[in-house]
């Protein structure tokens, strides 16, 4: 069992930045690559981006590219998504997810992640 808590959320005017954090418990986080996906009200949960288990490799939705970043910090079963230049379109509940499969490589689409948070909404104003 893998318990997630997303934090760091909140209102912020376009062109800004947010740092989200995502706090697992259990000792295994660093066995799991993590996800982050958003879902904006009436829309599909959506890939945001993913983070291998090392940190060694990330990859992101061409939305976000080159203005969000992933990265894990093991020692304290976190891992973060930075968001700068961020547009109105990218108001949203944002959630993080372990998938627990031990991939090799980090999976694009929800159905591969077994645990998630609860979310933490993130509103762009423009």
């Known amino acids: 069992q893998v318990q997630l808590v997303e934090s760091g959320g909140g209102l912020v005017q376009a062109g800004g930045s947010l740092r989200l954090s995502c706090a697992a418990s259990g000792r295994t986080f660093s066995r799991y690559n993590m996800g982050w996906f958003r879902q904006a009200p009436g829309k599909e949960r959506e890939f945001v981006g993913a983070?291998?288990?090392?940190?060694?490799?990330?990859q992101y939705a061409d939305s976000v590219k080159g203005r969000f970043t992933i990265s894990r910090d093991n020692a304290k079963n976190t891992v973060y998504l930075q968001m700068n230049s961020l547009k109105s379109e990218d108001t949203a509940v944002y959630y993080c997810a372990a998938d627990t499969h031990y991939s090799a490589v980090v999976v694009t689409t929800r159905f591969g992640y077994e645990y998630w948070g609860q979310g933490t909404q993130v509103t762009v104003s423009s």
């Open positions: 983070i291998t288990r090392s940190g060694g490799s990330t």
